[in-house]
Structure formats: structure tokens, C-alpha cells
């Protein structure tokens, strides 16, 4: 037989296995008996023994039993696992602070838990009474997967906990990784040590997870109860005493001088490390300071990762493209000569604008240095004029979108310049480029989620004509997905149930899925909230109500512009009807056992050892809401130092009741 049709008959028992896996394991109705299975399988593993060539990841010597066509067991953490948010400079970390002092109106001493940021995947194992009950994946932050069974085969984690101190009921978080030693002997099957334990994680057979070396060290918690632990530092010393590994490397800091000369000698002896290693985390060692800080939509207020130095490297322009985003920026991009910067091969950097291209003189042909700093998008800093050739050639800004619209520069009323950057005015779904980059935005992690839907599948279906708007995706042709290259009957199968999955959406997630210019997860939560239902928010925008959304605390005319200009486009408004006739949209439910259930406060003049910010959170998370326009609805004005005079006229004239921070303070207890 020749190797092709080898290749062909085994390619067909792979199949044929595959199949009866999923009759035998997953429907548990066989269609062959167990002689005839066996007989099937012990053909494949011989002609893999006598072919070298021959290999599967769906052999059974690579599996045992039926991979399940549905994806891990989704579950909504307790506490959300947000990212943090990145410092690359003194000046990040002075800024960081500076936020911290705004929020909680006042300067103080400061101090800092000071942690190495190891390069893994995030953990959360939740105890009661003593016994491990559960982990699970960071997910999306707000929802992750159930991988107990993994999770278990992991050596540092503790199944079992009899220390008396021990909490009955919390869930211990930390980093799953892989030692550089041990990575080694796995290199030529993992990229590198991080997805090594991402794929060892999502493992269907936890005993393929435990043939791998993965480690695990906590560092902080997610849902705990307990007022006898004060700081940070002092939990890290708890979870040695209940058994977990927590890093060496962990201090105490307190000024930022002090987290910059770690910062800097840390980086340099890195490399002795067994692990890897991408920053250090600073936390306020403050429990209590945590706690009032609180989150944004993102992050926590509280800590920051510092990540190490930009990597750098020259290279070559070979040639310079136009990528359109969903709110039809033009950004220039280089197309350089492949070369290696920290362990990342790179052949694209950002160009960022025409402007930039100008001022520093970037043409075709010139050795530019590229630098790639932690997760940021590789950019060009400078041009190596020494090397440049007398073929270069200037770059010509192009007037138009590759679509064929004329493009602008917007005029800034603030600074009185015509932004840097150019834009395709954004006509719906007319521009091409727009659409396909809205239906990305659409699927992303923090928008509906789809996963199997990346941005390549997205890419290829546009080409296939599979989808033109965002409601194409819920009416796939899978028979028809089935048959292209590199799709089977499971991969089909767990993008239908991703898809499926993701028709359930909250209304702030949705909101912010539709890619409105200005409008981000923080503001799609606060349009959200105000307009509490779909069916509010669709009434908002067909009687064209923007001006309303002017009495939110935290949206501006900037924002109500672009939800005008958005819906004046009556294909948007088209698809997000449709949308919302396809999709389950959960309503905001507010909490209604808060002691400011339904009372709505306006605050003037400047707080005491508080910021406006941190009073409007107190009052959000007593069911009460904040409003930024004075009007007959407004319950309470709250009169701080130098408050606006035409303000507290016109609460008087409205009869509204005005009370001080004291008076205020003392509705919350």
C-alpha cells in the first residue's frame, strides 16, 4: 500500500472508533460488541507501531474513553476573579496611588504586599468545612469552568484541611504552572509553560492532567468571611499554617521608591528562577483599605501588576497596511521582517496613527526598532536612520477607507485640534472592514463570550458569506460548517453549545456587545442600570429619550453623541432589535434590601476624607442611585464643602430636602 492510502484507512478507523467512543461512552447504547471494539482499536495502535508516520489525537493511545461534545460545567463565582490592571514605569505606580488617594479623598501612608506575578493560569478552590468541594477556572472573570477532578491531581493543593483556624466556608485562589525544568521535557508539545498548563487543565480525563508536573501556589481568596485577618500579608502567613505553598519571594513594602528598587533588582535575577515570571503584583496589605477600594469593571483598586521592561528588537519594514477597528479608526501597521522579541516571534507593530508616522519619519524599507512591552501590542519606537536605504519610500496616508468612503478627522471642541487619528464615519454595516470587526467585538470575552468563535473563524465565515451581521451567528448552517477543513462533528457540536450558551446575556454585557464608539463595560453597566430592562432601553432609543441618560452619573455628552449617532442608523437599530428577539436579556434586578431602596441623591461641593466615587458606591450598594442633574424626581442633595450656589438654589426651589455629609452618613448608620 502506498503512505497515502495508509494514511487514508487509518484516518477512517480513527473514525470509526471515534464513533462508537460516543455511542459507548456518551450515549451508553453500543452498536458493536466489546470483541468487535477492541478487535478495531488494536488495529490502529499496530499500525501505528509499524508506521512511524502515522499519528492522531484522537488514537486511542492518546485517549481513553468519549470526549463529551459540551464544554466544562460553567459556574458563576461568588466573588468575581477580575484581571489587573498594568504599571510599566514609576510614573504608573505614582498614578496608581494617586487614584487611591482620590478615591478615598485623602493622602496617607501606604502599605504594600509585594508579590511575584508567576506566568500560569488562575485558580479558585472553594473548602467547607475542611474539604476541597470544588474548583474552578478563572473563566471570564465572572463565570468560570468546573475542574475539580484536575485540579485534584495537582500535589500543593490540600484535599483535606484539619487545622482548628481554618475557615468553614471559602474559596482559596491562586496560580496553576509548570516548572522550566519540566517544561522542557514537554516543549515540543506545548508552546510554551503557560499553555502547557492550560491545555493540562482543560483535560476532559483528569488522568491525562496528572502526567503533567503542574504546580500550584496560593496568594489570595475570593469568598471569606472573617474579621480576625487584618492584611495581606497576614492571610499569606494563614495559608502557609493551613498547608498551602505560597511564593518565597513574598514582602512588605511601603513607598513606591521601595516597589521600584525591588522592581529593578527582581527583574535582573529572574531568570534563576524555576518558574516564569512576567511582573510583581503590588496589593494594599490593608484588608479594610481593600475592601472599601473596592472594583471597577475590570480590576480591582487595590492592586496593580508591574510588569518587567519592554523587550526590543530592529527589523525591517517591508511594508505598511491600513486595519480598520469597529469604530472605524484607521490604524497604519508595519509589516515587518520576522524576528524574535522575549520568546514572541513578531511580524506585525502597531504604527499607531498618521501623525506618529510623520513625526518620526517612518518609510517603506527602514530598519525600525520594535518593542513589545508585557501584553501591549507590539510598536515601532524609532527608525535607525543609519541604515536607512535611498530606495525607502515616504508612506502616503491613504484619504479613503479600503471600503471606499471618504474618510475624517474629527474635530475636538476640548482642545480645539482635529484628532490624530482618522476614521471611516461609522454608516452600520456599510463599510466592510467596520462590520466584520463589530462582529468580533460582538463575540469577545467580555461581550457575549462565544468560545469557538474566534477572530480568524470570524474572518473565514465573512469570507464563506456565513455571516454579515451579528444575528447570522444564531442561524449558522452547521451542516454546512461540518464539511470545511479542519471542522468535524465535535468541533461543530461545541460551537453550537457555545453559541447556544451565550443567547443567555446580561443587559450591561449586551449593551456593550453592540460596540457603541465610547461606549465601554463601565458606561454599558450604567445605561444598564438606569434603563433596567431591554425593553426600557429599546423605548430609550425609538423615542430617542438620549438626553435622558444626561442624569447618569458618569455619562457625558461625549457619550450621548455617540449613542445618537449610533441609532440614527436605522440598520443598528434593526439589529439590535432583532437581537434582542433572539437572545434571553436579563434585567438588572436591584437589591431591595438596601436602607436606600428607590432614593435617588445628587452630590455638590467636596467631600470629607471621601470622593465622590466611593459615596456613589456606598449609595449603590445601599439600592439607592445618583443623578448629575437637579430635577422635581431627586430626593436628596448632598451639600459638601463649596457646593455649586445654583445648585442648592434649585434644590430649594424644587423643594428637595438638602442634607450635609454628617446628615447623610447617618441614613447609612
Not at 522550566?180 to 515540543?188: G, H
Not at 483535560?203 to 500550584?216: A, D, M
Not at 511594508?319 to 497604519?332: F, S
Request: hydrophobic share 35%; net charge positive.
Amino acid at each position: 500500500m502506498k503512505e497515502s492510502e495508509i494514511k487514508k484507512y487509518y484516518k477512517k478507523k480513527i473514525n470509526d472508533i471515534k464513533s462508537h467512543n460516543k455511542y459507548y461512552f456518551d450515549k451508553s447504547s453500543p452498536k458493536i460488541s466489546d470483541k468487535e471494539y477492541d478487535k478495531i482499536k488494536k488495529e490502529i495502535l499496530e499500525l501505528e507501531k509499524k508506521y512511524s508516520f502515522l499519528k492522531n489525537i484522537k488514537s486511542p493511545s492518546n485517549t481513553l474513553g468519549y470526549t463529551p461534545s459540551k464544554n466544562f460545567v460553567k459556574y458563576k463565582h461568588r466573588v468575581k476573579m477580575l484581571s489587573l490592571s498594568n504599571a510599566f514605569d514609576i510614573e504608573d505606580l505614582e498614578n496608581f496611588e494617586k487614584k487611591i488617594f482620590n478615591y478615598i479623598n485623602k493622602k496617607i501612608e501606604i502599605e504594600y504586599s509585594v508579590e511575584p506575578k508567576i506566568d500560569g493560569i488562575s485558580a479558585s478552590l472553594t473548602y467547607k468545612n475542611g474539604l476541597l468541594v470544588m474548583g474552578t477556572s478563572r473563566g471570564d472573570g465572572t463565570t468560570g469552568e468546573v475542574i475539580t477532578e484536575n485540579l485534584k491531581t495537582i500535589k500543593d493543593i490540600p484535599q483535606k484541611i484539619t487545622n482548628k483556624d481554618f475557615p468553614k466556608d471559602i474559596d482559596i485562589r491562586g496560580e496553576v504552572f509548570i516548572e522550566k525544568d519540566d517544561f522542557n521535557k514537554l516543549k515540543n508539545d506545548f508552546a510554551n509553560p503557560r499553555n502547557a498548563a492550560s491545555g493540562s487543565l482543560r483535560q476532559k480525563n483528569p488522568l491525562e492532567t496528572k502526567k503533567i508536573p503542574l504546580n500550584f501556589v496560593a496568594y489570595t481568596y475570593g469568598y471569606f468571611q472573617s474579621d480576625k485577618i487584618k492584611k495581606q500579608s497576614d492571610f499569606l502567613s494563614s495559608l502557609k499554617k493551613w498547608g498551602f505553598k505560597t511564593n518565597e519571594h513574598n514582602k512588605v513594602l511601603k513607598t513606591i521608591r521601595d516597589l521600584e528598587s525591588f522592581h529593578k533588582k527582581f527583574e535582573n535575577d529572574r531568570f534563576d528562577l524555576r518558574y516564569d515570571v512576567d511582573g510583581l503584583v503590588y496589593k494594599i496589605n490593608s484588608l479594610d483599605l481593600q475592601n472599601r477600594l473596592g472594583f471597577t469593571a475590570n480590576s480591582p483598586r487595590w492592586a496593580i501588576a508591574h510588569k518587567f521592561s519592554a523587550d526590543s528588537a530592529f527589523s525591517e519594514i517591508t511594508d505598511i497596511n491600513i486595519q480598520v477597528g469597529r469604530t472605524g479608526a484607521l490604524t497604519p501597521v508595519a509589516r515587518i521582517k520576522p524576528v524574535n522579541i522575549g520568546g514572541v516571534v513578531v511580524s506585525n507593530a502597531t504604527l499607531h496613527n498618521e501623525d506618529e508616522i510623520i513625526r518620526k519619519d517612518i518609510r517603506l524599507g527602514d530598519t525600525v526598532k520594535v518593542e513589545r512591552a508585557g501584553d501591549v501590542i507590539p510598536h515601532v519606537v524609532l527608525v535607525d536612520l543609519k541604515k536607512r536605504k535611498k530606495s525607502s519610500k515616504k508612506f502616503v496616508f491613504p484619504k479613503k477607507c479600503p471600503c471606499g468612503f471618504d474618510t475624517i478627522k474629527e474635530f475636538n471642541k476640548i482642545t480645539k485640534k482635529y484628532d490624530a487619528v482618522r476614521r471611516c464615519p461609522d454608516r452600520g454595516f456599510e463599510c466592510e472592514k467596520i462590520a466584520v470587526e463589530k462582529i468580533k467585538h460582538f463575540i469577545s470575552k467580555e461581550a457575549l463570550n462565544i468560545d469557538g468563535l474566534g477572530k480568524k473563524v470570524v474572518e473565514k465565515f465573512w469570507d464563506l458569506n456565513l455571516i454579515r451581521y451579528p444575528q447570522d451567528i444564531f442561524y449558522l448552517d452547521y451542516a454546512k460548517i461540518s464539511k470545511l477543513e479542519g471542522w468535524g462533528d465535535l468541533s461543530v457540536s461545541n460551537l453550537k453549545y457555545s453559541i447556544d450558551q451565550s443567547k443567555k446575556v446580561s443587559l450591561d454585557r449586551f449593551i456593550y456587545s453592540i460596540g457603541v464608539r465610547h461606549i465601554g463595560i463601565e458606561n454599558a453597566k450604567l445605561l444598564a442600570e438606569y434603563t433596567k430592562s431591554m425593553v426600557n432601553f429599546l423605548n430609550f432609543i425609538k423615542n430617542k429619550n438620549f438626553n435622558e441618560f444626561l442624569n447618569i452619573d458618569g455619562i457625558g455628552e461625549t457619550q450621548i453623541n455617540s449613542l445618537k449617532i449610533f441609532f440614527e442608523n436605522k440598520s443598528n437599530y434593526n439589529i439590535i432589535e432583532k437581537l434582542s428577539s433572539l437572545l434571553d436579556i436579563s434585567d438588572i434586578k436591584k437589591n431591595k434590601d438596601g436602607k436606600l431602596l428607590n432614593v435617588t441623591f445628587m452630590i455638590t461641593g467636596k467631600l470629607v476624607d471621601m470622593s465622590r466615587a466611593e459615596a456613589k458606591s456606598l449609595i449603590e450598594e445601599n439600592s439607592g442611585s445618583v443623578v448629575s442633574s437637579i430635577n422635581k424626581k431627586l430626593k436628596y442633595l448632598i451639600v459638601g464643602d463649596k457646593p455649586t450656589t445654583r445648585k442648592v438654589q434649585q434644590a430649594k426651589e424644587f423643594g428637595i430636602k438638602i442634607l450635609s455629609q454628617k446628615e447623610w452618613l447617618n441614613l447609612l448608620n
